[in-house]
């Protein structure tokens, strides 16, 4: 693929309001943005989804970067890359880190798009013109303003309002919201703060016509969650649990879940991606794409996937207006009553504005390929 140059670059981004999941709040996001550059100067993107803590992964945003510097861009220079699947075959002897992996992998992806003059979507075999959009809406500190977000969020057109929950925040909240919005699609999302003794807890969550309730039990557990399975019929979907191919097959295999959330940084990048959404599509398994308080590379990365068939389920690909004051590519990711349209401009489609990322710019690392 011709690449010459690997840009690393650090930025710092405040968030418009902190969001906050059962394991903690965020409010500003370090993120680490990569630029693979060709020998006819055209660039692909990618961006580190990783936290600034190992709270949702073990990753975090500096974690990734000594595994680009120090590990992954050393291996892509040992021999050229003609197909970007070649880099996650490159990858397969270095475990885990796929959040890591994913940056880089995304970044090659957008490349090749746009050396074909195609768009990611085409290049992945995505048809879809236009995708559904969901909302995940963070713990609040009362009920009364959950509502009123999700009144707004309902309002705008969002398609699946997913709602975050852990122990003392669960039962009553979901049962205002459906009380609140009889009729919408409504789900919950525990990010592994139950145990199998919060049984209880779980199944009056049942009663509440929920599509589903998202990773409830521990972040490494596909066991336990196959047994909380068994005792409720709310569908369970997996989140933290899933990393590859091989997690989804076993997942489904035992009955820990129903749905799958896609997340491309935590399975490490999109042909990985591409798998899963292959063997959920022959399934009959309903997917969709999660996401990690994107920037728009990321987002754009996740819409384009969303352009699978397979991707049955409304995602958390909201809005770029949702999280930032201003996002870092032209235009700005919209939504328009609850669709996204996939845009048509080769690879990821969106231009990565560069005055905007020298406002947020940290530190920038050059690499020779
Ligand atoms: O569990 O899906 C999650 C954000 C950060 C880490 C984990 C999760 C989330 C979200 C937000 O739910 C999704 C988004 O709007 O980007
Ligand atoms: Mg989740």
Same mark, same amino acid.
């Given at each position: 693929?011709?690449?010459?140059?690997?840009?690393?670059?650090k930025? %710092?981004?405040?968030?418009?309001? +902190?969001?906050?999941?059962?394991?903690?709040?965020?409010?500003?996001?370090?993120?680490?943005?990569i630029?693979?550059?060709?020998?006819n100067?055209?660039?692909?993107?990618? &961006?580190?989804?990783a936290?600034?803590?190992p709270?949702?992964?073990? &990753?975090?945003? =500096?974690t990734?970067?000594?595994?680009? $510097?120090?590990?992954l861009? +050393? @291996?892509?220079?040992?021999?050229?890359?003609?197909?970007?699947?070649?880099?996650?075959?490159?990858?397969?002897?270095?475990? !885990?880190n796929?959040? *890591?992996?994913?940056?880089i992998?995304?970044?090659?992806?957008? /490349?090749?798009?746009?050396?074909q003059?195609?768009t990611?979507? =085409?290049?992945?075999?995505?048809?879809? %013109?236009?995708?559904?959009v !969901?909302?995940? /809406?963070?713990?609040?500190?009362?009920?009364?303003?959950? #509502?009123?977000?999700?009144?707004?969020?309902?309002t705008?057109?969002?398609?699946r309002?997913?709602?975050k929950?852990?122990?003392?925040?669960?039962?009553?909240?979901?049962q205002?919201v459906?009380?609140?919005?009889?009729?919408?699609?409504?789900m919950?999302?525990?990010?592994?703060?139950?145990? #199998?003794?919060?049984?209880?807890?779980?199944?009056?969550?049942?009663?509440?016509? @929920?599509m589903?309730?998202?990773?409830? #039990?521990?972040?490494?557990?596909?066991?336990?969650?196959a047994?909380?399975?068994?005792?409720?019929k709310t569908?369970?979907?997996?989140? $933290?649990?899933?990393?590859? @191919?091989?997690?989804?097959?076993? *997942?489904?295999?035992?009955?820990?879940?129903?749905?799958?959330?896609?997340?491309?940084g935590?399975?490490g990048?999109?042909?990985?991606?591409? %798998?899963?959404?292959?063997?959920?599509?022959?399934?009959?398994?309903?997917?969709?794409? !999660?996401?990690?308080?994107?920037?728009?590379?990321?987002?754009?990365?996740?819409i *384009?996937?969303?352009?699978?068939?397979?991707?049955?389920? +409304?995602?958390?690909?909201a809005?770029?207006?949702?999280?930032? =004051? &201003?996002d870092?590519?032209?235009? $700005?990711?919209?939504?328009?009553?609850?669709?996204?349209?996939i845009?048509?401009r +080769? !690879?990821?489609?969106?231009?990565?504005?560069?005055e %905007?990322?020298?406002?947020?710019?940290? &530190?920038e690392?050059r690499?020779?390929?």
């Open positions: 693929m011709n690449i010459k140059e690997i840009i690393l670059r930025l %710092k981004m405040r968030m418009k309001h +902190p969001f906050t999941t059962s394991f903690g709040t965020l409010l500003d996001r370090y993120i680490y943005l630029e693979v550059v060709d020998e100067n055209i660039s692909g993107w990618g &961006e580190s989804v936290g600034n803590y709270l949702y992964s073990e &990753e975090t945003v =500096e990734t970067r000594h595994m680009l $510097e120090d590990v861009i +050393p @291996l892509l220079n040992e021999a050229p890359i003609y197909h970007p699947d070649e880099v996650n075959e490159r990858f397969k002897n270095i475990r !885990g796929n959040i *890591a992996k994913a940056t992998e995304s970044a090659i992806w957008d /490349l090749y798009a746009k050396q003059n195609i990611l979507a =085409e290049a992945l075999g995505g048809e879809r %013109k236009q995708i559904e !969901g909302i995940s /809406l963070g713990i609040q500190d009362n009920i009364d303003e959950l #509502l009123a977000l999700v009144n707004g969020f309902v705008e057109g969002y398609k309002i997913k709602i929950i852990k122990p003392g925040k669960d039962v009553e909240v979901m205002r459906r009380d609140q919005f009889p009729d919408i699609q409504l919950a999302d525990a990010n592994s703060a139950y145990t #199998l003794n919060d049984v209880e807890t779980l199944a009056k969550l049942d009663n509440l016509n @929920l589903m309730i998202e990773q409830p #039990l521990a972040h490494d557990d596909i066991i336990d969650h047994e909380l399975q068994a005792q409720i569908p369970i979907c997996l989140d $933290e649990s899933i990393h590859s @191919l091989e997690d989804a097959k076993k *997942a489904i295999r035992i009955n820990s879940c129903k749905i799958i959330n896609l997340k491309i935590r399975v990048g999109l042909t990985e991606s591409k %798998k899963i959404h292959d063997f959920c599509l022959e399934n009959n398994i309903p997917l969709w794409c !999660g996401g990690m308080l994107e920037v728009g590379v990321g987002r754009a990365h996740n *384009a996937m969303t352009s699978l068939t397979g991707f049955t389920l +409304p995602g958390d690909t809005a770029s207006s949702r999280y930032w =004051e &201003e870092i590519i032209d235009p $700005e990711v919209t939504v328009n009553n609850g669709y996204i349209n845009p048509d +080769p !690879g990821i489609g969106y231009e990565v504005n560069r %905007k990322i020298a406002k947020y710019l940290l &530190e690392k690499f020779n390929c």
